[in-house]
T-cell receptor, first 115, second 117 residues
Framework: EAQVTQNPRYLITVTGKKLTVTCSQN?????MSWYRQDPGLGLRQIYY???????DKGDVPEGYKVSRKEKRNFPLILESPSPNQTSLYFC??????????????FGPGTRLTVL | AQSVTQLGSHVSVSEGALVLLRCNYS??????LFWYVQYPNQGLQLLLK??????LVKGINGFEAEFKKSETSFHLTKPSAHMSDAAEYFC???????????????FGQGTILTVHP
């Protein structure tokens, strides 16, 4: 089954404790992206990657890191989480043709709480 | 820079009534436009997309949207609402050919659709 998987689905942590949220897709998509969803703000893009070893900032990259060492994986790293990073996080992937990104397929989400 | 505005954070309709969810965008180049639906406790699912072909786009579950360049709008409609349509709907824009923000997808704030029996 074609899908985007995220782990963990739920995470409660404390301020300053480094964490990684994994994202994996089995559709051989070149493009992957991370979003956070907050009430009243919709989804905001954190980082995206057009291909292996190619990443770029979205609209809200502060406090996050990403890496793209393999095509299928795109982990999101919070080096020192803070309470304002409490949110629902989505990973997505897509095919692309040159610079054109087509519809994105979303993972089930990771609900993160930072105390 | 691109942006998306969804008018109305909540829309309530009766079952069988017309559904109209509004979306206006701004983009420096001809955009690609998308509508996604999010059911409770789930990820986002693509409803339909506009990528510079036909201006009237048909999607899944009986939804359709019309791209109107002059109005910079991409409103989502469904002739007859069903209880199962209750969800949150997001309009999104990415820059098409000629854009410099390729790879960036900008979402609206979302509209929660409630369907009453």
């Amino acid at each position: 089954e074609a899908q985007v998987t995220q782990n963990p689905r739920y995470l409660i942590t404390v301020t300053g404790k480094k964490l990684t949220v994994t994202c994996s897709q089995n559709m051989n998509h070149e493009y992957m992206s991370w979003y956070r969803q907050d009430p009243g703000l919709g989804l905001r893009q954190i980082y995206y990657s057009m291909n292996v070893e190619v990443t770029d900032k979205g609209d809200v990259p502060e406090g996050y890191k990403v890496s793209r060492k393999e095509k299928r994986n795109f982990p999101l790293i919070l080096e020192s989480p803070s309470p304002n990073q409490t949110s629902l996080y989505f990973c997505a992937s897509s095919t692309r043709q040159g610079i054109i990104i087509y519809e994105q397929f979303f993972g089930p989400g990771t609900r993160l709480t930072v105390l | 820079a691109q942006s998306v505005t969804q008018l109305g954070s909540h829309v309530s309709v009766s079952e069988g009534a017309l559904v109209l969810l509004r979306c206006n965008y701004s983009s420096s180049v001809p955009p690609y436009l998308f509508w996604y639906v999010q059911y409770p406790n789930q990820g986002l699912q693509l409803l339909l997309k506009y990528t510079s072909a036909a201006t009237l786009v048909k999607g899944i579950n009986g939804f359709e949207a019309e791209f109107k360049k002059s109005e910079t709008s991409f409103h989502l409609t469904k002739p007859s609402a069903h209880m199962s349509d209750a969800a949150e709907y997001f309009c999104a824009v990415s820059e098409g050919t000629g854009g410099t923000s390729y790879g960036k997808l900008t979402f609206g704030q979302g509209t929660i659709l409630t369907v009453h029996p």
